[in-house]
């Protein structure tokens, strides 16, 4: 089934921007301070907002960056002209561009049996008691190959930070269509799923047009708050106990340069550093709070379910208090992962609060 990100917006985007869009000026810089897939920061862009786009993880910044700093058609002239073999690449995509060589160079390279094939294939952890089936051999060497060449081109100096983003955003997105789960990392199956068994394939990313100005930063959504001035921001706070750091781990361990230490039955690595007090159920509402207090924003714009650890009574008092509240409903198809039952419809809303200090 591929990798589902938790709470994405993907469906709600259009509706989310264009409420964005009718209360703040044009021309405004828009926080997305729990940016997740970007798609949210991708769309603002489109729309012609410059962003300062934040989370926790490196992965999503990885994903943010790559939307909102490259061009649509990014040409990678500096690694052209340092790797001419690059060049040479017969090209699999219609469009022939510097992206999509550069793509087909990394489709064409030899697999290498590096981490991602020792930790989390069959072949690479064969001297287990039950082999780890994340992925199929020869993808997990693909990955390998592909991540190794990408982080070294970087070290290199033949990649910008922008363009080591979207190959690497990229790679994920290859990785997460042949990863032989039930819609996150938290655990792989043990049968394979039948697209786990196709080839790995990086395919270009659909980049929005738009202003290339946007900030990128990692950092905990309340002490970013309490350090920066904006006139709106979007918050789009994790809502259920699911850590994203445990979930996503292995998106997160292909963006980063360095391989973790793992154990366990599904080789996690040690996530504990970036576990988050909105998955918390006692600790949610006091941190929403703290970040609304600490946020110098005229507008916040506040995405949350109706499922969420904070109840919509909670969320009213804590937000009235924050200045005046405007609420939107959308119906969102619920997460779930294909081992659970369908558990229907569930409303995400978007309360949008003009501050009255
Ligand atoms: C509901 S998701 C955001 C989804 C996003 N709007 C999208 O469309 O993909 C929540 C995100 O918040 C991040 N996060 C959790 N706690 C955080 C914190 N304290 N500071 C910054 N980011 C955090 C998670 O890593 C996750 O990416």
Known sequence: MGI????????????????????????????????????????????GYSVVANDL??????????????PPQPE????????????????QFIQRSGYTQVLSYLNQLDGVEGFIYSTYSPGGTSNREEPRQYFTDENAKAIDACRQRIHRWHDQNYLSDDEHALLLYDLIRATNEVANTAGTYGAYLKSWYERAKEPLELTPAELPEGPLEHEIQQRD???????????????????????????YHLPETIAKKENPSV?????????????????????????LDDLLSALDAEYVFL????????????????????GEVELHTFDHRRYKSNTEADSGDLTEALYVVQSTS
């Not at 993880?57 to 939307?67: V, Y």
């Not at 040690?270 to 998955?279: G, R």
Request: hydrophobic share 30%; net charge negative.
């Open 221 to 247: 959504a309340n002490e970013l708050a309490r350090e920066t001035s904006l006139s709106a921001v979007y918050l789009d706070p994790p809502y259920t106990k699911r850590q994203y750091a445990s979930y």
């Open 4 to 47: 589902r990100f938790i709470g994405h917006k993907k469906k709600l985007v259009s509706d989310i921007v264009s409420i964005i869009d009718s209360t703040v000026e044009d021309g405004t810089q828009v926080g997305d301070f729990f940016t997740g897939t970007g798609s949210v920061a991708a769309s603002l862009k489109n729309a």
């Open 76 to 91: 990678f002239e500096m690694l052209l002209e340092q790797v001419p073999a690059v060049q040479d690449a017969g090209n």
């Open 263 to 287: 154990s366990g039955k599904t080789g996690l690595p040690n996530w504990e550093s970036k576990s988050s007090d909105y998955c918390h159920k006692r600790r949610a509402s006091g941190q």
């Open 303 to 322: 995405s949350y379910s109706d499922e969420g650890h904070i109840t919509p009574d909670e969320l009213n008092e804590i937000l009235s208090e924050h």
């Open 57 to 70: 993880l490196t992965h999503c910044c990885i994903s943010a960056r790559a939307q909102l700093r490259n």
